[in-house]
């Protein structure tokens, strides 16, 4: 960047997003869907920072979850925060990767009667808190994590996704 011109330019909120498995581009606005998710859940105070989403399969995701979490299994989202700072003090920081999947996602929201876009705007959402600090490995953390993820589904007009549902049959 020309160092004339750092410092006046605006925050950057960059969210990039890769489509590897064909099944999510049977999804209309699903890219325009997750960009308004991400920015109605990135903290005003953060500026300046980068997010990379992969859409993907349920393999490619068990593959990452047995080789990162140990887990041989699929999983709805998985979350990969980016543990170094900008080396460059006016460059944006990469907050780190969200990746879903298709198949665990498309079965979870079938099976409690949501949209394809709903459920993937709420993994989104959670993905990206992960990124920015927010766990549920204890009961206060998920409580924390779940409240902020109802505020910011709700200013995108989804229902609470943790309260009790039918599924339809």
């Known amino acids: 960047m ?13 969210v990039e997003i ?4 064909p099944l999510w581009k ?15 859940a990135w903290p005003a105070d953060l ?3 980068e997010v990379a989403i992969l859409l993907t399969d349920d393999d490619t995701v068990r593959l990452l979850n047995r080789r990162w979490r140990g ?4 999983t709805n989202v998985l979350s990969f925060p980016n543990r170094q700072t900008a080396r460059d003090p006016g460059a944006p920081v990469f907050l780190g990767d969200i990746v879903i999947a298709y198949g665990s996602a498309a079965r979870e929201a079938a099976a409690d009667g949501k ?10 959402v959670h993905g990206f808190l992960h990124l920015v600090g927010y766990d549920h490995e204890s009961d206060d953390e ?13 200013q995108l007009g989804i229902s609470d996704p943790y309260a009790p ?3 339809k049959l």
């Open 142 to 154: 998920a409580e924390s994590m779940e409240s902020l993820e109802r505020k910011v589904l709700a």
């Open 26 to 40: 049977t999804i209309p606005s699903v890219k325009a869907t997750l960009r308004r998710s991400i920015r109605v």
């Open 71 to 74: 887990l041989d299994q699929p």
């Open 2 to 14: 020309n160092r004339a011109l750092r410092g006046r330019l605006p925050p950057m909120r960059s």
């Open 47 to 49: 500026a300046n920072a």
């Open 165 to 167: 549902h039918e599924a």
């Open 18 to 21: 890769v489509i590897e498995c």
């Open 115 to 124: 949209s394809m876009l709903h459920h993937l705007t709420h993994l989104a």
